[in-house]
């Protein structure tokens, strides 16, 4: 597998509007797969959750994670990158998660959502496959 820097070739699918498929491991050592919105930043993936989600309950027993991004034109073509969610940024305003929906629907988050607990997730990427 190879090593970051990101492959430029798939920069479409990381800065377009394509989700994520974040896959973590319960506390029964199950996988556990879910769509996300993410961002790419450097040479590192941000994502938004919820405190109240599996998905965060999983991070923080397990940091390992991988996320699989396919292309929707194209469904031969995907990236995948594994690696450790190294940072949980806890936020409870909408600065975050309003950049990742500014990416995905081109409009800020509910406002109403305002005052959930949420977390900011540094992944740092290991290694990288596509197709």
């Not at 940091?63 to 409870?92: C, K, M």
């Not at 005052?115 to 197709?131: A, F």
């Amino acid at each position: 597998m190879p090593k970051s820097p990101f492959p430029e070739e798939f920069a479409d699918l990381l800065d377009g509007r394509v989700l994520a498929h974040a896959a973590t491991v319960d506390a029964h050592g199950a996988p556990q797969v879910n769509p996300v919105w993410f961002l790419r930043e450097g040479d590192r993936i941000l994502i938004g959750v919820r405190e109240a989600t599996a998905k965060y309950r999983n991070l923080q027993s397990n940091p390992a994670i991988a996320i699989s991004i396919l292309d929707p034109g194209n469904p031969f073509r995907y990236l995948e990158l594994r690696g450790t969610i190294v940072e949980f940024h806890f936020y409870d305003d909408l600065s975050f998660v309003n950049r990742l929906a500014q990416k995905y629907t081109g409009k800020d988050y509910p406002p109403e959502t305002k005052g959930e607990s949420r977390y900011r997730l540094t992944m740092d990427v290991t290694s990288w496959t596509s197709h």
